[in-house]
């Protein structure tokens, strides 16, 4: 997911973890904290943006690309939260020997073709602590050629204390009001591989969807005003979405008849939707080509989450599954829809998507 352009995955775990376990350094900021001009200001001059900074990181192998947050980079992320007016000052984190392992697996497992795409647009995962969220992926400016690079910065904190299906449990509960009477799980791996190690891996494939978005005709580039570009040299795009009212600054989905709950939908903060339409918001979802529930909240996780959701059923042979509970029994059971007719169209793009590259 992005915030403001970034993701803003687990604001609200936060705040029950414990931070301090890393190492970590401060950096002095010229801008005061409620600075909003001083810091928007700055922000421009940062050379993180210019893919110059980047080169070395380049060069290495992905797997290499993996660390402690630069501190042109912390001093960045400070200044954008300014600019965004939260009060999370982010500073770099190293990560423990562990966790390093974790994430060098979780990239060293992913399948070839994954890996040999984000070599050529990844400039790295770098860590920090107070960030905000568990992560945030942002582009590299790439002169008129528009951006086709990115970076990854992830909260050391949040991701270092939970395993895959609490995480997606978690997630996939945030647009649902809690009720006693109903209840959602999620299981995105087998109980023997239900870990952090592949919580990580997931997290990362929906960021790195992201990643590999830039500067291809998936959808229009975030931060650009929404609803005013048209969809026509957008063919990923154009599957579910389209241009809505010039009113209003969203795009719509195509099926906003089929799915009217869509609208309802909103993850990780202001859940909109009762316990009681839990079954009926997955039983409209499947009569989309949209293949999670977040992916139908907007054109970028559209793509990120059909990335992640393809790459972790099909190609890894993962399992995906909510189930709903309704006073203790099971009322409905929703899985990937890779295999089926409503997601063939989705299912060829990315397939030729990850074949000719
Ligand atoms: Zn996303």
């Keep these: 997911m992005l915030r403001n352009f970034k993701l803003i995955l687990a604001a609200l775990i936060i705040a029950g973890l414990q931070s301090g376990a890393f190492a970590q350094t401060s950096i002095a900021l010229p801008c005061q904290n ?56 982010p500073q770099a ?144 795009a154009m599957l579910s979405w389209q241009n809505g009212d010039q009113s209003d600054s969203r795009y719509i989905s195509q099926f906003e008849s089929q799915f009217p709950l869509r609208k309802d939908t909103v993850y990780y903060f202001g859940a909109k939707l009762n316990g009681n339409q839990m079954a009926g918001v997955y039983d409209q979802l499947e009569n989309t080509n949209f293949p999670t529930l977040y992916a139908a909240t907007s054109l970028e996780d559209d793509f990120a989450e059909s990335f992640v959701s393809y790459v972790h059923t099909v190609m890894l042979k993962r399992p995906l599954e909510i189930r709903i509970y309704h006073d203790g029994q099971i009322v409905k059971t929703y899985k990937s829809c890779w295999e089926e007719k409503r997601c063939a169209t989705k299912r060829k793009f990315l397939e030729e998507f990850l074949k000719l590259r």
């Design 34 to 89: 409620d600075d909003k001009k001083c810091a928007t200001e700055l922000r421009s001059q940062s050379p993180i943006k210019k893919m110059s900074y980047w080169k070395s990181a380049f060069k290495k192998p992905v797997e290499k690309r993996v660390g402690s947050a630069p501190d042109e980079l912390v001093a960045y992320l400070n200044l954008d939260n300014i600019v965004g007016g939260f009060a999370n000052r």
């Design 93 to 236: 984190a190293t990560p423990p020997e562990d966790f390093l392992k974790d994430v060098n697996d979780a990239i060293a497992e992913l399948p070839e073709q994954v890996k040999r795409l984000i070599s050529k647009k990844l400039a790295g995962i770098y860590f920090v602590k107070d960030l905000g969220g568990t992560g945030y992926t942002d582009f590299i400016n790439k002169g008129i050629f528009g951006p086709n690079a990115g970076f990854i910065v992830l909260d050391i904190d949040v991701l270092s204390k939970s395993t895959a299906n609490a995480w997606a449990t978690w997630k996939e509960r945030s647009p649902f009001i809690a009720d006693p009477q109903y209840r959602l799980d999620a299981t995105i791996e087998a109980s023997g591989q239900d870990n952090r190690k592949n919580e990580i891996q997931y997290i990362l494939l929906h960021e790195l969807g992201h990643i590999l978005s830039l500067g291809e005709k998936i959808h229009p580039q975030w931060g650009q005003s929404k609803n005013k570009i048209s969809l026509d040299r957008y063919p990923f």
